[in-house]
């Protein structure tokens, strides 16, 4: 057995190579133990799986040059590069990791700062007159204006003295915060106006409890009748322009109009009734048309089926005109004396309304 370093060896000259450059000082190139080691590694990894580990010679920039020098021995270099891609994939899963727990940092603060945006007491300016409220009674409801308005993603202007201004008529506000504060409702008097300021706030617990109390309760009962009646809103329209161009032509302080309000097609006594029943359904066409005459009045109210009387119609007739801010006196004279059909006439009652301008 031959020793290392001793005669004989595999170099050329009788001495190993590798020992005889050592002794002698020459450079060692690392090129060839390189290429057998890269070989080596080829060979292995056809029957072991590829370890992630090896993203690592692609990634490190200080590779690159050893890379470069096997590549010019053979083809082993492509394979030897094939891990590069999964560490540029790692690296944008890190950024999109990290973008997104930024983006979580982020909404956390805005969350924290809408939080802590406001005072626990918050002064405001409601049109005007001032109010002191709790911001958490502010934000009673969710789905509120008031609860948008001071939950920071948005701007309220403040007047000089700081307090928050809401450009509103605040005659009412402080009914609307007693509802928010203990759930108190106002008072009937007030009832309509709360509703209509509940109703810009968005306040829907108040709009259902309001509803429920009078006098919003018998407007849907008095709505529910007029129903009855398709063209009421239209025949309104009709007394308010009819007696407004009477009185400019006069240049008079009122005008009188003549309405028709009937309940029935005509007004009958119990004993005309099988009669009045006979002809309504065997009449001829010419007959029909004189029952279905139209009286010579201004305005005409009816027929309606329901148990609300004529007086019940002329009820909402004025007090509609009364919300417009029109004064309307009514009285009965007479009835429509139109002859009909045999012994029957039109007998509709003909009431005049006298609307005063001032």
């Known amino acids: 057995m031959q020793q290392n370093g001793s005669p004989g060896s595999h170099g050329p000259d009788g001495s190993d190579g590798c020992t005889g450059e050592r002794q002698a000082g020459l450079s060692f190139s690392p090129l060839p133990a390189a290429t057998a080691r890269a070989r080596r590694f080829v060979q292995e990894r056809r029957t072991l799986p590829l370890p992630r ?95 948008a308005m001071f939950s920071g993603r948005h701007y309220i202007p403040r007047d000089a003295e700081g307090r928050y201004f809401i450009d509103r008529d605040g005659a009412y506000f402080g009914d609307i915060l007693n509802f928010l504060r203990e759930g108190e409702l106002p008072h009937r008097e007030r009832v309509r106006a709360v509703h209509r300021e509940a109703q810009y706030y968005a306040i829907g617990p108040l709009l259902d409890s309001l509803e429920d109390t009078q006098p919003l309760t018998g407007e849907k009962v008095r709505q529910a009748f007029l129903d009855l009646l398709p063209y009421y809103k239209d025949n309104l329209e009709r007394i308010v322009e009819i007696a407004k161009l009477r009185a400019m032509q006069r240049k008079a302080r009122f005008a009188k109009l003549k309405i028709c309000v009937y309940k029935e097609e005509m007004p009958i006594t119990p004993y005309e009734r099988p009669l009045f029943n006979s002809l309504r359904f065997e009449r001829s066409d010419s007959e029909t048309k004189l029952f279905e005459h139209h009286c010579e009045v201004d305005v005409s109210f009816g027929p309606w089926e329901a148990v609300a009387d004529v007086y019940d119609l002329l009820h909402c007739i004025v007090s509609d005109l009364s919300e417009r801010g029109i004064t309307a006196d009514q009285q009965c004279i007479g009835v429509c004396d139109k002859h009909l059909i045999n012994h029957y006439y039109c007998k509709r009652p003909i009431y005049e309304f006298k609307i005063t301008w001032w």
């Open 53 to 147: 580990v090896m993203v690592v010679f692609s990634a490190a920039g200080d590779t690159d040059k050893p890379a470069d020098a096997m590549s010019s021995s053979d083809s082993a270099e492509d394979d030897f590069r094939k891990p590069a891609p999964p560490a540029a994939n790692l690296n944008l899963g890190k950024a999109l990791r990290s973008s997104l727990n930024t983006s979580q940092e982020r909404t956390a603060a805005m969350v924290t700062t809408d939080s802590t945006e406001f005072p626990e007491v918050i002064p405001l300016n409601v049109g005007g007159t001032y109010f002191t409220t709790r911001l958490s009674t502010l934000r009673r409801y969710e789905d509120t204006m008031l609860a």
